[in-house]
Nanobody, 122 residues
Framework: QARLVESGGGLVQAGGSLRLSCAGS????????MAWFRQAPGKEREFVAA????????YYADSVKGRFTISRDNAKNTMYLQMNSLKPEDTAVYSC???????????????WGQGTQVTVSS
């Protein structure tokens, strides 16, 4: 059974860094575009970043541009999100997605992970 599993979340002070991982299993996601989304309590899920299957093209929400970097290692069937200069408003459950088309805001289809909690204290 194909699945995505996130890891790397935790509690960090404002200004700190975290690196999230999204590991695929049960099938190869090397031909899939992938993305990170996040959902804070009481808010809608929002798009964070995405990249194509090759990793050659990347896309970011304005709120994280310049602070977050999305990448992937197809040999490891894994995607990453390097998060620097974290702010309290980055606090959310971060989930990864894989789909044939590049995921974007409002995306519903494809494979989804269960999420990992990121908490940024002020």
């Amino acid at each position: 059974q194909a699945r995505l599993v996130e890891s790397g979340g935790g509690l960090v002070q404002a200004g700190g860094s975290l690196r999230l991982s999204c590991a695929g299993s049960g099938r190869s996601f090397n031909t899939y575009a992938m993305a990170w989304f996040r959902q804070a309590p009481g808010k809608e899920r929002e798009f964070v970043a995405a990249l194509t299957w090759s990793g050659d093209s990347t896309y970011y929400a304005d709120s994280v541009k310049g602070r977050f970097t999305i990448s992937r290692d197809n040999a490891k069937n894994t995607m990453y999100l390097q998060m620097n200069s974290l702010k309290p408003e980055d606090t959310a459950v971060y989930s990864c997605n894989a789909d044939k088309d590049v995921p974007r805001a409002g995306w519903q289809t494809g494979y989804w992970g269960q999420g990992t909690q990121v908490t940024v204290s002020s």
